[in-house]
């Protein structure tokens, strides 16, 4: 397995405008979570989905911020409208199981302008 | 509420030197799982290890070995012959489980630097 696929790995856009981050988990796995990492506050949990049911998305930071799992193949994080404190690296990584280690995508550097 | 603290935020080594990263947790929860990340320069974040709260006993794995002591709620990892491609940020982690809701809770990292 190629492992978990994010993309765009760079992405830099404009104050206001829409922004969305894309991740294929490792086939098979259940969990699939979304994270951000920043200077200031370090790894947060964004939002995870089980079997594709958003699960717990009390780390989303606001309304602007969405994410879905249409499929157990795909999941989305929508920003909009972006705002430069947005930009950060956002991670996405799934798992196999309950608590069982969590692999990580490369990462989406995001810079809003 | 959990909480993963890594105290040592920088640690610099020549290389060759043992080094021991600490990490300190609180949970209430009596099954846990822990683990430590690798974040290289290169930004992805890699799996180290994962250990249970019901296995308390120490694991090696080549150069690196962690010890886990439920007494004192550490979860240590040591590098022994520390080497350059070892310099990366170190992440301790917590899940545990509550009413079905899964948290995985990071430290804020130890960024370790191997000098050559």
């Known amino acids: 397995d190629a492992g978990v696929i994010q993309s765009p790995r760079h992405e830099v856009t404009e104050m206001g405008q829409e922004v969305t981050l894309r991740c294929k988990p490792i086939s098979g796995h259940d969990y699939l979570f979304w994270y951000r990492q920043t200077m200031m506050r370090g790894l947060e949990l964004l939002i995870y989905?089980?079997?594709?049911?958003?699960?717990?998305d009390s780390g989303m930071p606001e309304d602007r911020f969405s994410a879905k799992m249409p499929n157990a193949s795909f999941s989305t994080l929508k920003i909009q409208p972006s705002e430069p404190r947005d930009s950060a690296v956002y991670f996405c990584?799934?798992?196999?199981?309950?608590?069982?280690?969590?692999?990580f995508g490369q990462g989406t550097r995001l810079t809003v302008v | 509420a959990q909480k993963v603290t890594q105290a040592q935020t920088e640690i610099s080594v020549v290389e060759k030197e043992d080094v021991t990263l600490d990490c300190v947790y609180e949970?209430?929860?009596?099954?846990?799982?822990l683990f430590w990340y690798k974040q290289p320069p290169s930004g992805e974040l890699v799996f180290l290890i994962r250990?249970?709260?019901?296995?308390?006993q120490n694991e090696i794995s080549g150069r690196y070995s962690w010890n886990f002591q439920k007494s004192t709620s550490s979860f240590n990892f040591t590098i022994t012959a520390s080497q350059v491609v070892d310099s990366a940020v170190y992440f301790c982690?917590?899940?545990?489980?509550?009413?079905?809701?899964?948290?995985?809770?990071f430290g804020t990292g130890t960024r370790l630097t191997i000098i050559p």
């Open positions: 250990r249970n709260s019901f296995d308390e």
């Open positions: 982690a917590l899940s545990e489980r509550n009413f079905g809701n899964e948290k995985l809770t």
């Open positions: 990584a799934s798992s196999l199981r309950s608590q069982t280690e969590a692999f």
């Open positions: 949970t209430r929860d009596t099954t846990y799982y």
């Open positions: 989905f089980n079997n594709n049911v958003p699960i717990d």
